[in-house]
């Protein structure tokens, strides 16, 4: 089965936090896709945790290599931008997590994710099914 990821999930793939063990979990389900802005998005959380917390400039470069790596595809944002904008709009949302939607609306398949007011958001969305972490 394929899974739309989004950022929230993926660095919990790195990042100890709540909700790290079941994200992790996700990795063995194979099928994992996302939209290609989550190399921006994990990058930026990234270099929060190196800034705030103390986390390792290597570690975070290495990091967002094993992150990457588990995607079986990474979507180029041009192909979601429109029907994105569209999300970003209808729902009144930023547009970065729309991008997320867009791609789990067009495969048909269910977006994983912890970010609280996407998910309210995604509800209004009858074409696309959101699970929680």
């Known amino acids: 089965m394929t899974l739309v990821i989004d950022a929230s999930v993926a660095v919990k793939w790195v990042l100890i ?23 921006a998005e994990v990058g930026n959380a990234l270099w929060k945790a190196v ?24 979507i180029p944002i041009e192909d979601l931008r429109l029907r994105a904008l569209e999300l970003s709009l209808e729902l009144d949302h930023p547009i970065y997590d729309c991008f997320y939607l867009a791609l789990a609306e067009r495969e048909r398949a269910p977006l994983v994710c912890m970010d609280s007011s996407l998910k309210a958001k995604a509800r209004k969305l009858k074409q696309v099914e959101i699970r929680a972490l």
């Open 17 to 39: 936090e709540p909700g790290s063990p079941r994200a992790l979990a996700l990795r063995n389900e194979g099928g994992l896709i996302a939209p290609s802005l989550i190399a």
């Open 51 to 74: 800034r705030r917390d103390g986390f390792a400039r290597q570690d975070a470069l290495d990091a967002i290599r094993t992150i990457l790596l588990a995607f079986d595809a990474l």
